[in-house]
Nanobody
Framework: QVQLAESGGGLVQPGGSLRLSCAAS????????RAWYRQAPGKQRELVAR?????NYAGSVRGRFTISGDNDKKKMYLQMNSLKPEDTAVYYC????????????WGRGTQVTVSS
């Protein structure tokens, strides 16, 4: 069973930086995509950044956030710079695996609060 665990969230002032980490455990193979999502209070969960056959970012974070991962695929990161109050949300790690049949895994989330 694959499990994902996020860390690195916290309280930061506007303009500050945070680095989120996602650690995967269990047997992982045939990775289709890895991604970070976020959900702000009262809003739907949205895609922040994704690594698959290409790397994609939400328009609101492009140029400020960078997604990366270790070669062994066990860890993934989200470097967040120039943070804004509207970046406040719970951030979730997401993993999609499988060739013919895809399976999706989620972490429990880590809170990021941007406030002065």
């Amino acid at each position: 069973q694959v499990q994902l665990a996020e860390s690195g969230g916290g309280l930061v002032q506007p303009g500050g930086s945070l680095r989120l980490s996602c650690a995967a455990s269990g047997s992982i193979s045939n990775i289709y995509a890895r991604a970070w999502y976020r959900q702000a209070p009262g809003k739907q969960r949205e895609l922040v950044a994704r690594i698959g056959d290409s790397t994609n970012y939400a328009g609101s974070v492009r140029g400020r956030f960078t997604i990366s991962g270790d070669n062994d695929k066990k860890k993934m990161y989200l470097q967040m710079n120039s943070l804004k109050p509207e970046d406040t949300a719970v951030y979730y790690c997401n993993l999609v695996v499988g060739l013919m049949v895809r399976r999706e895994y989620w972490g429990r989330g880590t809170q990021v609060t941007v406030s002065s």
